[in-house]
Every structure is written in C-alpha cells, then in structure tokens.
C-alpha cells in the first residue's frame, strides 16, 4: 500500500509539472524555431532577429509556466500572482529558469489562494477591489523577492547538479541507460516528473547554448513503441493482434504512446523490448548527434519533424535514432511474443488494468472498449447497474426516467445491483468502470456507459436512438424503480418500521446537513459522511469502511459537482434504516480529478430512500440548483430547494 501511495504521488506530481508545461508548448515551439533559424548557427543566421531568442527563454517561457501554474491552484489572481513571483527567480539567475517557475508559480498561487480564504467574507461592501488588487500586489511583491534571494540561488545549484550529471553521462557514454528508467516509467505513468521536471529544463538550456538538445528525445522517441506494436502485427493472437494495426498509426502519427501501454502489460517481459529499444535509439542519438530545438509533443514522428534543427545531419541522426529502436524493439518484441506461451491475450483488460495504473481516465482506453452490443427493438425496459444498486444507479434511473416520460415512450426505467440483473435485460446502463462486469453478467444486452450520471449526453443520444426505431410513444411509463425486480425496492419493509413512518423528515433531517466544510482529500470528506450516518442512527459502524471499499470500487462523483458515497452490496447488511447526510463544501474537494461541492452520504435499505434520492437526482441535474445549494445559508434552506424543485 506504501508503494502503491508513492506512485499515485509521483503520478500527480509529473500530471501536475505536466499541466505548468503543455498549454505552453506552442511557445516553446515558437521560441525553438526562431533559435533554430536565426543563431550564428542556425539555418539562416540573422544577427537582428536572434536578439529574440534570449528575452524569449529567460523571460517569456518562464513567466508563461508561473502564471499557468499559479492558475492551476486559484484561477487568474493565482495565475497573476504566480507571475509577480516567478519574476524574482527570473531576475536572480543567469539561467532559463524553469524549474524555479514550477516552484513559484504554485507556491504563488496557493498564498494568494489561503489569504483569499482567510479574509472570504470579512471586508466591507465596496472595498473589495481595493482589497483584492493590494493584497495581490503586497503578496506578490513579496515572493519576488524570495524568490530572487533564496529560492533562485537555490534552484541554480541544483540545475548546475543535473547539468553536470547529463553532461558526466554523455561525456562516458552512458546517457543509452537512463532508458532503463524511463521506458518502464512511461508505463507507469511516472513519466512526466521525470520529462518535465528534469529532461525539458535541462534541454531548454542545452538549446541556448548549442541549438539543440538530445534530452527531448530521451522520452518522446516513437521507435520503442511501434516495434513493439508491429511484433503484435505479426505474432500477436486474438484481439491484440487486430487491434495492434491501428494502434500502430495512432501511436506513431499521432504521438499517444499511451495506446501501446497495455500490450506491454498483457505481457510484463516486453518491458525488456521497449527498454533496449530505447537504449539503442539513444546510442544511435548520441553517436550521430542527434537533437531537437523544442520540446516534441505529443511524440509522434510529425511532431520529431517538426522540431528537427533544419539541416541534413539533424534529420539523418532523429530519424535514424527512431528506426534503430523501432528495429530492436520489433525483434525482441517479436522473439518474446514467439517463444511465449500462446494464448489469447485479452487486450481490454490490459487497457482497464492500464487505466487504473493511471489513477484516472484514459484518453485512449475506449479504443479497446467491448462492442456494445446490439440495439433491441420493441425496449420495454432499461435497467441502470450500479455494485449495490441503493445509490448511483437510483439517481441515474430517476433522470433518465424522468426524460423518458417526457419523450411519451413507453419504458420502464429501474435500478437495480450488477449481481442483480435480470438474464432478460434488454438495455443496461453502468458507470464505464462497471460496464465489463455488467457485460459478462448479460452479454446478450445493449450496453451503454456513461461517466457522468447526472448530465451524460448518452442519455438523450440513447432516447434519440430509441425513438428512431419506432419504440410505441403513445403510453406514458407503466412502471418505476420500485419495481419488483431482484435488487431494487421490494415492499417488504423492515422489521419495526412502518413504510408511511420513515419519511422524508426522516431521512434528511436538519442535523445531518453540515454547512461550510473543509476537507483535504475525499476519503476525509467520505469518513465524515460516514460518521454522521452512524450518529445518525442509521448505519452501523462498520458501514463506514463500505462507503470507502465502495469508492475504490469505482468513484461515487456523479457530475455537476456532486458525489453520492454509499456502502457495497456487501454491506447492506450494515443498514439499520434508511437516511442521508449533506455536506456543503464551496471549495469542493477533489474526487478523481473532479471537484465535488455537494456530498450526500446515502443508506439505503428497502428502498425507502428511492423516492427523496429520486428528487435530489433531478435537482441536482441543473447547475442552477447546485449553485443555490452551494450558497445556502442554512440547513433548511438547502432541504428547501430540493423539496421545491420536485413538489
């Protein structure tokens, strides 16, 4: 678990670095022609225009990354403030200094962002510009001038220490190593820190001084990949081996590397082909003098093109640097793939295995997805899945019910656990991280995944479809979720609690709705739903860890910045009545890469909740109601618009 905590850090470090550097690219790219161009050694020297090259480099990219990175933490004023205070670094070295905007553009931002935070609503109506442009200024000020006196200095150090390490490595012939580390680091997805938090700054200053640097193609060359991709062309079996062809283009026209992660996984010794093969296209890089001006991304062989000082010996030593570790790939690859056990590699799997190493959505993930099935005709019935069928596919159901009912079709919309669908099941909707097992349970049914069950477009594409077909509009819905289906709500209630007893009153009560809060990451904000569903009288203790176990199953954020935890089916068990709790986060808290401002912690037991997570479902399907929720003064305020919005 330790080990598995480091990667996800190291992970979000490099996306993080990552986000500072790629909206930039274009400069960096702009800056990289004009010094390729225009120095004494250029392909047209020009003494007039190569007077931009330096402002470019120590000034505009720098300021450029600080702003971006102040951004990332609190929008414009951290972006601005971000800026002010990478300025100091700037003025404080004799070098580009990327790495200290990576540092001050942040730390810029998040000051900015707590002073906001411990002023929010204490200054006076009509001093706010006053305000907000002063304490900008003052703090910006400031960490200028840290930065020059401290964090510049040190930031020379310590790029004078990588310099030197690259340079110690080129100089004994052992920069073909470093493939070592990075290649199985692409696939790991803990890359980036290494590429932009290293390589780039380093090749930046390379380029400054000779035109051109070897390190941007250390991690961005195409060759690994592809000979890997074409060893599966040629003796790969099943799915993999189909799939492989158009990889193969994606991959190497269009620069996503990612696409050939889960072919390495399905088989871990291919580690061996993509680390040699990069060994020997940087041997190759070294020996020929090989380079490029800017950084290449994404790393496609067009993007290499691109970037290629513009002479013959450049264009020779980059590509001939791409072929040689395509050639070494392809054959270890290809003797790997043969000599191996023959069986039928499931390439899917790889790719979701791949998406989780990568701790959030995968970009090309959908290009290995299942076929969906085939669309039914004469649907009388869709059925949302969800692991405990008590919470995401309820509110699901609700939505998707509501429109069905407007659009006079004659469905029925019910919910229900994965364990629990029906053999008969014509449509089935399911969070993309569920539709596989949704899909082995029912293979015969019409699969439709959606990422965001409060406002998934898929929805109205889906009724569109049906619609289409001709499916009968003339009878409104006939049935609802409470539906006697396996999983979904049975009228058998609970032993001691009469149906008409438990309540709206008394599954959201004004005590469990808690304004305000503050939490650093979601499972602190999960814990505390938990434990108030617990005081609540409504869970037992152990619920709480369900709610976590349920989470990491496959993430309880709906969309429109709400996110529902609830227990497993397992832990249904652990219910004593059914109950709500809301938080209130205006901050939000980050769920997965997405901000979630509303919490509701649900139990579920019997389906009494079904018909109050009903309303909050349509509620909560227009941003309109998030807002006014998030800006609630009060408990009952907020019960109130919930209430409104569905009388």
């Known amino acids: 678990m330790a080990h598995f905590n480091i990667k996800v850090a190291v992970q979000k470090f490099g996306n993080f670095l990552s986000s500072m550097v790629m909206p930039n690219i274009s400069a960096f790219i702009a800056w990289g022609l004009i010094t390729a161009l225009f120095i004494p050694s250029g392909f047209l020297p020009n003494e007039s225009l190569a007077k931009m090259v330096t402002p470019m480099v120590t000034f505009l990219l720098p300021l450029l990354i600080g702003y971006t990175g102040g951004k990332l933490i609190h929008d414009h004023r951290g972006g601005v403030v971000g800026a002010i205070a990478t300025m100091g670094v700037i003025v404080g ?47 910006g000020g400031l960490l200028s001038i840290l930065s020059f006196l401290a964090i510049g200095p040190a930031v020379d150090v310590f790029t004078g220490w990588l310099v030197a390490g690259v340079d110690w490595l080129v100089g004994t012939g052992l920069l073909p190593l470093t493939s070592i580390l990075i290649e199985p680091a692409k696939v790991l997805f803990l890359n980036n820190a290494i590429n932009h938090g290293v390589l780039s700054p380093i ?31 040629f003796f790969g079996k099943g799915t993999a081996k189909k799939s492989a062809p158009g990889a193969a283009i994606i991959h190497f026209f269009g620069g ?19 680390i040699l093969g990069g060994m020997s296209g940087v041997f190759t890089l070294v020996l ?28 020779i030593a980059n590509f001939a640097g791409v072929i040689v570790a395509a050639l070494v790939s392809f054959i270890v690859g290809a003797f790997i793939l043969k000599t191996g056990k023959q069986s039928e590699e499931n390439i899917e799997d790889a790719a979701k295995k791949m998406q989780d190493m990568k701790g959030k959505k995968s970009s090309v993930a959908d ?81 439709v995944s959606v990422d965001n069950f409060l406002s998934s477009p898929e929805y109205d594409s889906l009724l569109a479809r049906l619609q289409d077909d001709g499916t009968d509009k003339l009878h409104e819905i006939v049935e609802d979720a409470e539906e006697k289906v396996p999983g979904v709500r049975e009228h058998s209630i609970e032993p001691g609690i009469d149906e008409d007893e438990q309540d709206e009153n008394e599954l ?18 999960i814990r505390f739903a938990g434990r108030a569903l617990v005081n609540a009288g409504y869970v037992k203790e152990s619920y709480i860890e369900a709610m976590i176990a349920r989470d990491e199953l496959t993430s309880t954020y709906m969309g429109n910045d709400v996110a529902i935890p609830h227990g497993t089916e397992e832990a249904k068990k652990d219910v004593l009545k059914s109950g709500f709790t809301v938080l209130q986060i205006p901050d939000g808290v980050d769920f997965d890469g997405q901000m979630a401002r509303l919490i509701f912690g649900i139990a579920g037991k019997d389906g ?40």
């Open 93 to 139: 070295s004799d070098i580009p200094m990327f790495l200290g905007a990576m540092i001050m553009g942040p730390f810029g931002g998040y000051v900015i962002k707590k002073f906001d935070q411990l002023i929010e609503g204490k200054i006076k109506a009509g001093f706010e510009m006053l305000v907000n442009n002063f304490s900008a200024g003052i703090l």
């Open 203 to 233: 090749g930046v200053e390379q380029v400054k001084q000779t035109g051109a640097s070897i390190l941007f193609l250390l991690e961005s060359n195409p060759g690994p990949g592809i000979g890997v991709l074409l060893a599966y062309c």
């Open 256 to 274: 996503i590397h990612e696409i050939y992660f889960p072919y390495i996984l399905m088989k871990p010794m291919l580690f061996l082909a993509v």
């Open 288 to 315: 020929l003098g090989g380079g490029l001006f800017a950084p290449a991304s994404p790393g496609s062989i067009l993007a290499i093109t691109a970037v290629t000082p513009h002479n013959a010996g450049a264009y």
């Open 367 to 447: 290009v290995f997805a299942s076929d969906p099935g085939t669309m039914p005709t004469n649907v009388s019935k869709i059925i949302f899945a969800c692991d405990a069928g008590m919470g995401s596919s309820a509110m699901g159901a609700s939505l998707l019910r509501k429109k069905v009912k407007e659009a006079g079709l004659n469905i029925a919309v019910t919910n229900t656990a994965i364990s629990n669908i029906p053999a008969d099941a014509q449509i089935v909707i399911t969070q993309e991280e569920l539709t596989p097992r949704a899909q082995n349970k029912v293979p015969n049914a019409y699969h």
């Open 508 to 525: 959201l009560r004004e005590e469990n709705v808690f304004l305000n809060q503050q939490f650093t990451n979601k499972e602190e904000a």
């Open 608 to 647: 009494t909740h079904l018909e109050i997570l009903s309303g909050i479902a349509v509620t909560c399907s227009e941003m309109e109601n998030i807002e006014k929720m998030v800006k609630a003064t009060s408990a009952r305020e907020l019960m109130d618009i919930i209430n409104v919005e569905n009388n």
